[in-house]
Structure formats: structure tokens, C-alpha cells
């Protein structure tokens, strides 16, 4: 990549939203040019679990059986902590057949990418978009690599950036999205075999995820409301140590291997789409991370965009970007309703821990209520998140 081109399709961004829309599309035989600002993979600040419904697109995509082959667990319940040390159990919902995964983000992204690059499209490594304009009917991006900067210009963009988009920011969709919080990520050594589980601990502050991954490692993922230490994972550490179920299972957990933080998170949706643009995973809208959606959403949102720009191609411009705009709706709107209710309780840790209790006596609450977080509610709620997602999206 070097002076000016012109391409047909523009991807901004390597993670699993990027890199699936970008694998689709080079599989349909369409010139395919993703950019990735990183050079190789320096690690993503992230609980590592992926839920049902993103292993049934991994499954389509016919790349599971190598994950699995490579290591990536299958994770099929839920233990969900109070902050008082009360715990209820869960079966984790399926889809499509699929159970939930534990797998690092270093085989999951990279992978995807190898497969992106092996099916036609072209990956540039430590390339950064910084610039973005419409010109005439194209649009003409900035990217700066190895010292140098390319002029692209592209039938359609699609930014995938994650949540705090430059593509978005560029294109004049960047909204306003709430800060809520400073997201931890641990490794630690994995001294007894999986028990097929994630455990999530309500914190005073803040909540943490722990999912075994591939090469006998387990992963801490966790996001803090707010910090006051200089060091936020003095605050992490200070906050499980005062969770009794957390403390017993961290104190069984082997050496901390490495740790990653990232700040500020973003959730919500924006505008997703302009003429010849669009915005998928967390770029165009970003759930809680308590709720283990997030790569699904990505994998499912790469999915859809690819279907979305091959009908522009076809000359479908106002259809394809309205029947990916319900897409978002449907998929992303409802479950950032159901989200925003259940962090009302997260952030009130005597309310968490009524709710803990309640849902240990009654188990069946408690399936519906992870269930809530893994579809568009379900018979619970009814068509109550859906009809909520329609006013979160112009
Ligand atoms: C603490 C925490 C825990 C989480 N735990 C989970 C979990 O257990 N399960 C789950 O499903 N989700 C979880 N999530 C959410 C999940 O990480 C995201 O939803 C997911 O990564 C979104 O994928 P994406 O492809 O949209 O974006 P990303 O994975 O963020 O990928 C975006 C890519 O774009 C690149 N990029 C950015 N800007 C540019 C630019 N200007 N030029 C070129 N490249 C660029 C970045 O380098 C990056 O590789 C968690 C999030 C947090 C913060």
C-alpha cells in the first residue's frame, strides 16, 4: 500500500467484526483491503468468553473445529457472586446447536484475520487510519504505515474500529456514548482441568469474569465503575479480595502471566450507516461487557455488514443499509435495554445480592434471566427490549 489507490471496499479495524466482514467478502470475490493499526497482536482487554451465538457464526464461518482443535474450551454454565458471597448456578443458553466458548483473543482475532487473508483480502499490519472524507461518490481515506501515508479511495468503508471509532468520529457518527468505566484483563496459570464454567463476581465497585482459555490459562476480565488508586488493579485486587467466593477461587488460581487496561468504555449505539459507509461491532454499538455479548455481537455484526455491502455493490444502497440498520436494532438495541436494566442492580450491591439469593432459590428466574442477556427477551419480557431498541436508533 503506498501513494494513491482506488479499491472497491475499505475495512478499518482487524478485530472479530473487521476481520469476519472482510472474510466474507473476499470469499464472494469482492477486493477486500482491511486496515489494522496494530503490527502483530499486543493483547485486548477482554473476559475472553464467547457466547452461543458467536460460535454458531465461527461455526459457519468453518473455522470452530480449528479453534477447538487449537485449544479454545467449551464453556457451558455460569456462576454468578454477590459481592456478600451468596452464588447461584446457571446453564448457559444455546443457539443454533452451539455452547459458549473460553478462548484468547490472541488465537480468536488472529485466526480470522489468517482466514480473511487466505480467502483474497488484503491485510496491512500497523496501518492507521487518520483521515476520512466523502469526495464525489467514493470515499477517500488517510493511512498512515511505516512511516508513510496511502491515499485510499473506496466504493465502501466499513468501519470496525471498536468502540471509540475513528471511522465513526470521521464520518460524523460518533454520538455521544456514556463512559462506564475502566475495563482489567489478567491471565493467570490454569492448575486444575476446566470445569466448562465462567464465573462472574459482583463487586463492590465494579464486576470481574474469570473463563478458562486455551494453553491451560484462566482469564480475568473485569470492568470498575470508577478508580481512585493510581494503580486501577490495586483497586481490582482490593475489591475480589472482600468477595468470598472470588477470594477461594482466585487464592487456587497459579502465577499472574500478564495484565492490560484500557479506558474509557463506551457503551451504546450511534447512527450505524451514511451513503457508502457503515459501522460494525462495538463501532456501531457496544453492550455492557457483564453480559459476554460483545464478540458475539462483533462476529454477527461482520456477518450482516458483508451481507449489507454486497447488496450495495448490486446497486441496493437504501435497502441493504435499512435491513442492516434493523439488524442493529433487533440484536444490539434489545439487549442494551436489558443491560442498562441489570446494571441498575450491579451498581447497588445489597439489591445484587437480594437478586443472587432470590435467584438461587428459584433457578428458573435465573436461566431467564442470563437468557435475557443472550436474545431479544424472550417470553420473560416479551417484545418489551425490542420495541425499546426501535427509539434508541434513528
Ligand atoms: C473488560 C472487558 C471485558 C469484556 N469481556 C467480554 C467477554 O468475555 N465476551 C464478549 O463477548 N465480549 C467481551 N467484551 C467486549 C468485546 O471485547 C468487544 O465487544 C469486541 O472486542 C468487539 O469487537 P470489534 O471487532 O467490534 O472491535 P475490537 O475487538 O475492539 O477491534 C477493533 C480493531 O480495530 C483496530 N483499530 C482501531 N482504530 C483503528 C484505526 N484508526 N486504524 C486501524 N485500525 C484501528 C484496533 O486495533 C482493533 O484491533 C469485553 C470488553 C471489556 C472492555
Known sequence: MSGREEIEILVVGGGPAGATAALLLARSGIEVCLVERRREYQGKVCGEFVSAEGVAVLRRLGILERLLSRGALPITHTRIHS?????????????????????????????????????????????????????????????????????????????????????????????????????????????????????LFLLRGGYAGLAPVEQGRWCLGALLFRSAAANPFTDLTASLATTSGARAILASLGDRLDQGATHPIRIGMRRPTTTGLLLAGDAAG???????????????????????????????????RLGYRDFLRREVGSRLIVTALLRRILERPSLAHACVSAFRRHPILASRLVGLTRNSGGPFLGPLPRLAARFLLK
Open 83 to 199: 459481592a456478600s458471597g451468596d452464588a447461584f448456578d446457571s446453564t448457559l443458553p444455546r443457539s443454533a446447536g452451539e455452547g459458549g466458548i473460553g478462548i484468547s483473543r490472541r488465537l480468536l482475532d488472529e485466526a480470522l484475520l489468517a482466514d480473511a487473508a487466505a480467502a483474497g483480502a488484503r491485510i496491512f499490519r500497523g496501518a492507521r487510519l487518520s483521515g476520512l472524507s466523502r469526495v464525489a461518490s467514493r470515499w477517500v481515506a488517510r493511512v498512515h504505515r511505516e512511516g508513510s501515508t496511502a491515499t485510499l479511495s473506496a466504493r465502501v468503508v466499513l468501519g470496525a474500529g471498536g468502540r471509540n471509532s475513528k471511522v465513526a468520529e470521521l464520518a460524523g457518527l460518533a454520538g455521544t456514548l456514556p463512559n462506564v468505566g475502566m475495563g482489567l484483563q489478567n491471565h493467570f496459570l490454569r492448575l486444575s482441568p476446566s470445569d466448562e464454567r465462567v464465573n
Open 286 to 320: 457496544s453492550v455492557d461487557p457483564f453480559s459476554g455479548q460483545g464478540i458475539a455481537l462483533a462476529l454477527m455484526g461482520g456477518e450482516a455488514a458483508a451481507e449489507s455491502i454486497l447488496g450495495i455493490l448490486r446497486g441496493r444502497e437504501s435497502p441493504a
